[in-house]
């Protein structure tokens, strides 16, 4: 059987290494500690909500790279 501080040492780290703040992790798990899931899981859907954003910001960023890639080729230079 796993120990408790085990487990709890692996949901921080599974929470830092999804790009949780220190600051965030620890909310997190005072509310894990506390009962208070629903609040909990507000807080995950919040970050997961965030880090979308970012591949998002990223994924257009990346097409205007393409595009810019694809016209150049396509004119034979700049």
């Given at each position: 059987m796993a120990n408790a501080a085990d487990r709890i040492?692996?949901?921080?780290?599974n929470l830092l290494d999804a790009g949780m703040t220190d600051e965030c992790a620890e909310?997190?798990?005072?509310?894990?500690?506390?009962?208070?899931?629903p609040a909990l899981e507000r807080l995950l859907e919040q970050h997961r909500r965030e880090l979308l954003d970012?591949?998002?910001?990223?994924?257009?960023?990346?097409?205007?790279?393409d595009y810019f890639t694809y016209t150049m080729k396509k004119n034979g230079g700049i």
């Open positions: 040492a692996c949901i921080r780290e909310k997190c798990m005072r509310m894990l500690d506390e009962g208070d899931i970012e591949v998002h910001k990223y994924t257009s960023q990346l097409d205007c790279l």
